[in-house]
Each structure stands twice: as C-alpha cells, then as structure tokens.
C-alpha cells in the first residue's frame, strides 16, 4: 500500500534527522507529563458533573459544558497555532515520480487526524460522558455528543493548520490572536456580550438535534477544502518562495565602517548577518524582552540594599546581548571558517573585531536601558559601574571561551524552538562569569559601603580595558592553539 | 512525443525562456547546449512540470503537462540533488520507485545487476543515506532511478557533471544503448560539447532563453560548436 510507503517514509525521515537522539530524553519526559495530565483529566472528568452542579445553579452541568465549547474553539484555535505541528513535506522528490500529487497532498493533510495528542480532551469527556450525558440523557444523545466533540477536534486542526500555512507564526501573529483573547473574556467579564449563553443554545442545538451534526461534520470539511485550496493555488514550489519576507538587502551600505580598515571590513559583515537572519533576530527580540525585567527588580523595595542582586541585575542589563550572543562567536561563521581562515585577515584582527562587536552590543545596552535611571541615581552608578566591567573583564572571558566551541551555529535554522549548536556547558560557564563580581560586590559591601564595592570592580574593569592589547594577545594564542580543532568540528558540522 | 508550444517565462519582466515551436519525436536523442543562464534547467523544469509557465503550453505524449499526472509514469527524470529522497538509502529509495513505476523485485535486482558496473560498488550495500553521499555519487543514484522504470521519455540535467571519468564514458554507453534498442526519447544538456556530439543525433543550441541553433550532428557539429561559443 502506498499510504504504508509514505508512512514509513515519514517516520524514518524523523528518525534519521538531526538531533533525533537528543530530543528523546526530552521526549520521554513530556510523555511522563502527557501520562499525569491524562490522569488528572481521568479523575476530573468522572467528577465534573458534581463538580459543576455545585458551581452554578442556573445551568444544568450539561448547558454549562456547552457553554464552554465555544471557548475551546478560540482557545484550542489559538493554542494550536503556536504548538501545533505544522506537517509539511518536501514535495519535490515526489513531483517527478509517477504519483499522484494529490495522493500525497491529502496524505499531509489527513496525517495530523491520527495524532494522539489531538484527542487528549476524551480523557475528560469519556467519563464526563459514561458517568452523567448517559443516564440522564441516553444513549443516542451521548453518541451525539462525543462526536459533535470529535468533529469540534477536526475542525480546529484542519481550520489551524489553513491558518498557519497562510499566516506565518511572528511577532504580529501573536499580538494579534493575544488581544482577539485578552478582548474576548474581557466582554464576557463585564457581560457586555456573553458567548457562554450563546455557546450553550448552540452547543445544545448540535447535541441534541440529529441533523446537526452534518452540518458540523459540513464545517469539517469546508475547513479540509480550504486547505487544499491552499494547495492548490500554491501548486508550484516556487510560489512558496515568493512568499518569504524578504529582509536580505537589509545595510547593503555601511561604507562609513570602511574608515576603520580590516576590523571595519569584518564588523560590516557581521552587523549584516546579524540582522539578516531570523534566528538572530530572534535572539534580539527575546533579549529586548528580557530587558524589561529590570522594572521588577529596580522598583521593589524588597531588594534596594541587596547590591549584589542589583549588581546582578545591571550586569545583565548592560550586557545582555552579549551574554546571549556570547556562546555565538565564533560559531556563527562555522559554515564559512575554512575561507576565513585562508582569507588576508590576521586572527588579531578577527578577533579585535569580535571585541568591537561585543563593545558596541554593550554601549546599545546601555543606552536602550537608560530610562532605568528614573528609580534612581543609585543606578545610573550601578549601571555605569557594570558597563565598564562588561567591556573590561566579561567580553575578554567570553571571547577567550568561544574558542572553545567546536560546534558550528547554523544561522539558516529558523524553527521556534531551535536549540540547534547550544549546550548546557553554554551554562556552565555563564553562571561563574556572572556569580563571580556579584560575590565580590556582595562581599566587599557586607564589610564597607557599596560605593567601595562599585568602584573596585569599575576599577578592575578599567585595567582590563587599559591591557586590551596584552589580552587581546592571550585570546590569539589560545585561538591558534585550537585552530585546527575548531576548524575540523565546524566542517564535520555541516 | 514532446511538443513545445509558444513556450514563454518571464522573471522580473526579462524572458528567460522564448520558445515558439520545438518538437521532438519519439526515439531521438536530443542535445541542449549554452553558456550558464541560457535557460537549459528552467526549459527542462517547465517540460516537467515544475514551474509554471508565464505563457505556452507542453505536451508530452498529447498530454498537456501542467496539472496532471499521468506523463509521470512514462517519464524519467534527474536534474538536481533537491530530486533524492536524501534520508533513505539508495536501496530503499530504488525499491519506492520500482513500487511506483509496478516494477517487481526481480525486474529491480535484474536492473540492479545491470547497474553495478556503473556504480563501480560504491551505492549498494553501503548502508550510507542518499544525502552522506558524493555529488557524484549522488548523480549516478538519480540517473538510475529516472532509468528504472523503463521510460519513453528521458530527461538528464548536465549528466556528466560531477562523473569521474570511466563513469562518464559508462553514462554514454547506457545513453545510446537506451536510444537505439528502446527508442526512448532522450533530453540531456551539457557543457562538454564532445560528449553531446557522440551521443545525441539533434543538438539545439540556447542563447537567453531562445533557440539559436538546431543542428543535425555530423562530424562538423563538434567544430562549429566551438566556434560558436569562441566567441
């Protein structure tokens, strides 16, 4: 059977990818979880009848499940746009083989159907259903019911998974179906308009007249056909490259950084692979929001004299996209190393530039987390204070360890959740470079003041900052030490 | 067997293929020459279906190619890497098409057998997956494959490309062998300009999308060939 070939296809396709082995401890745990969560559902949905007759006295416990499938509907939508897996295939292969494409577009399309997780919710409904909708209502209705919720389940898949093929998941996605939410219990709070009694006549109407359920079973399939429409009219592969957004030009003229020679020369290139990229622009979304913790921190009253914590908080602040960048160094030019390397470009200059770039994410820290300054002069200091230990002890420890990555960054992945070239030995090291001046700040501030302490490490900064040519010289030789090392992992990498 | 009609592409408002007329009966061998750009892989992915037209139409067989199926199956085909199945083995991916093409599993340890000089024991039984293998070797697995179902109408992107040398001398045998005892109607482009002389009886030669030449191979092709692109 070719389905069976297809099948099989699929799933050795998952098993001979990338990383496959190492996402499986994750898996085992999350099965554990699914395995918890299915019990705890067991064991509430044998209870939901007492649980909601005892909640409201105006509707029966049936009108109140009704009342909240419409809710399911937005939030199962909204929930499955982001977690759902999106099946895709790469078409291609198959496109010059004598099978038919519509063969294998249903095959993706009718695929997510058979996915277990999909039908989680029957762990609460089946008893729900055996224990209450069955001695009250019969048979017949119950039949209903649980198939009214089965088609519910196909046609949230079906409509999401149209959805995500013509939206893609970013940031405006998001903030969009965030406040479609948000706005949604905010009407039914102030009962302004209450889509609990509407989903009650309406759940009820589906339930419990028999014809209802075509006209669900109707919705299901009208959600199927828009997807192969989607097919349809994207029939050639080259449509879906169109549609990808197209940020490629993006600093095509930084001729101002020639000025500053070869270290200019590299900085330009990097600045543009920063931004050209979605997995670093990412990286920097993610850090702006990390940016905004420091509101928590400074305006709690709570930590105003633990130093050490605030210490913490402006180092972070300071330096965020250089520790989240940090383990990126030298791994990002993984794919291209070996031209590098051959390139009229000495390893002293390399890395100067790499030190430029990290002093210029330091001084965008800076500045962008300025508006910190309004709880206080204290953290102007403090802010100051960090920076220059930033710039005179962090950046040289962080260009010092990324030569110490044998794995290469490939820039070109851009899933969500993409793990792809990091470890937790990033961690590892992370923790003592940030734990170590916030020891010494705590340390120095229980026996003298806290200025004492700020101006010991600005002080430590400022001699790195002054030796920069003597380090810089340390980091060269660790990196040709290591060269080759680095340079067979990264080509082993690709 | 191919019928071209009034074939045109346009990307960003330039023609990268104008083509008003090209028939190719059934049985011959079929050369397409030019320099990089002429259009020989965007002439060869809309004969398959692949990209659509801006306006014309192809026929294989009578059969309108765009939205339909049914030329695959006497249709055989490589032109690039993107075509493998990259995460199978070579033996699995031969035993997918063999089923496609209702090919049993002798016939396809026959056709095997038949392959192993060409693969010079480097595919079969190697356990390796399509994508962990050479460029070459890659070129030679997509090459047979598009051979194994028997085709009437074969399609090879710059075959040569990428082959050793014995392999490419092995890939010319197999070309006119096919040609002159199956009558398969054979398309291959190429830049080694002796190569598609001893092999194909018709060479047509692209220039930006357009049919500059069509020549009838004789022993003065290969000359005027190269003083063609001499220039």
């Not at chain 1, 199962?76 to 977690?83: A, C, L, P, V």
């Not at chain 1, 549609?243 to 950084?257: I, S, T």
């Not at chain 2, 695959?72 to 085909?77: C, D, E, L, Y």
């Not at chain 2, 293998?133 to 494959?145: E, L, M, T, Y």
Request: aromatic letters at 16%; a positive charge.
């Amino acid at each position: 059977m070719l389905v069976l070939n297809l099948i099989t296809q699929q799933w050795k396709k998952n098993i001979r990818g990338e990383g496959f082995y190492k996402s499986l401890v994750v898996d085992a745990l999350l099965v554990l979880l699914a395995i918890c969560i299915a019990v705890v559902f067991l064991f509430v949905g044998y209870s939901l009848e007492d649980l909601l007759t005892k909640l409201s006295a105006q509707y029966t416990p049936m009108q109140q499940f009704n009342g909240a499938m419409i809710y399911s509907v937005f939030f199962g939508i909204t929930f499955r746009f982001f977690m759902q897996h999106l099946s895709t295939i790469n078409l291609t292969p198959y496109l010059i083989l004598p099978i038919k494409r519509s063969f294998v577009i249903h095959f993706i399309l009718i695929k997510p159907v058979f996915n277990p997780l999909n039908y989680f919710l029957f762990f609460l409904v089946m008893p729900f259903t055996y224990n209450y909708v069955l001695p009250t209502f019969g048979m017949a209705v119950s039949v209903r019911f649980v198939l009214s919720l089965v088609f519910l389940t196909w046609f949230n898949s079906f409509f999401t998974s149209f959805l995500k093929r013509i939206f893609t998941v970013g940031f405006f996605s998001i903030l969009i179906l965030s406040a479609f939410l948000v706005s949604i219990i905010y009407l039914e709070y102030i009962h302004y308009y209450s889509f609990f009694h509407l989903s009650v006549k309406l759940f009820s109407f589906l339930i419990f007249k028999p014809f209802a359920l075509l006209l669900q079973f109707g919705l299901v399939c009208i959600a199927f056909g828009l997807n192969k429409l989607f097919f349809a009219r994207n029939y050639y592969p080259e449509r879906f490259k169109e549609r990808k957004v197209d940020n490629r030009m993006l600093f095509a003229d930084l001729g101002f950084l020639n000025r500053f020679g070869v270290v200019g020369a590299i900085m330009s290139v990097n600045i543009r692979m920063l931004f050209r990229h979605k997995r670093t622009l990412s990286v920097m979304y993610i850090s702006a929001f990390f940016l905004l913790y420091g509101i928590a921190f400074y305006s709690n009253d709570l930590f105003k004299d633990s130093v050490g914590l605030l210490y913490l908080v402006a180092m972070c602040n300071t330096g965020m996209l250089m520790f989240m960048f940090g383990q990126w160094f030298l791994s990002w030019d993984g794919s291209h190393f070996d031209n590098l390397m051959t390139q009229n470009i000495s390893i002293r200059s390399y890395i100067n530039a790499n030190y430029m770039l990290i002093f210029l994410f330091n001084i965008v820290c800076f500045v962008i987390t300025s508006p910190y300054f309004f709880f206080g002069i204290k953290i102007f200091y403090l802010h100051m204070s960090a920076f220059v230990f930033n710039i005179g002890v962090n950046a040289y420890l962080i260009l010092y360890i990324s030569t110490f990555k044998t794995r290469p960054i490939k820039l070109l992945n851009t899933s969500a959740s993409n793990y792809q070239g990091s470890s937790y030995k990033h961690l590892k090291i992370i923790l003592p470079i940030l734990l170590l001046p916030v020891g010494i700040v705590y340390l120095i501030s229980t026996f003298a003041n806290m200025w004492i302490s700020l101006w010991v490490l600005t002080f430590i900064g400022l001699v790195g900052i002054m030796l920069r040519e003597q380090i810089i010289t340390l980091c060269v030789n660790q990196f040709n030490k290591r060269k080759f090392v680095i340079a067979s992992g990264f080509r082993e990498g690709e | 067997m191919l019928h071209v009609k009034n074939l045109i592409k346009t990307y960003n408002g330039i023609n990268v293929i104008n083509i008003p007329e090209l028939i190719i009966p059934q049985g011959e061998c079929f050369g397409l020459v030019g320099n990089n750009g002429a259009g020989k892989t965007t002439l060869f992915r809309l004969m398959l279906d692949l990209i659509e037209p801006s306006i014309g139409q192809v026929f294989i067989d009578g059969q309108c190619v765009t939205r339909n199926d049914k030329w695959k199956s006497i249709t055989g085909s490589f032109l690039d890497e993107g075509f493998l199945i990259e995460f199978l083995t070579p033996e699995e991916y031969f035993s997918f098409v063999a089923k496609l093409h209702k090919k049993s599993k002798d016939e396809l340890s026959a056709f095997l057998n038949q392959m192993k000089d060409f693969f010079n024991g480097e595919i079969l039984e190697t356990k390796k997956l399509l994508r962990d293998f050479s460029k070459g070797n890659q070129k030679k697995i997509g090459i047979a494959a598009a051979l194994l179902g028997n085709p009437r109408l074969l399609i090879l992107d710059e075959p040569f490309t990428g082959l050793d040398p014995s392999s490419q001398i092995r890939l010319k045998r197999f070309l006119v062998d096919f040609q002159s005892q199956l009558q398969t109607t054979i398309l291959v482009s190429s830049h080694y300009l002796s190569h598609v002389t001893e092999v194909c009886q018709r060479i047509v030669v692209l220039e930006k999308g357009e049919m500059v030449k069509d020549l009838k191979t004789n022993e003065d092709t290969l000359r005027e060939l190269k003083a063609y692109f001499e220039i």
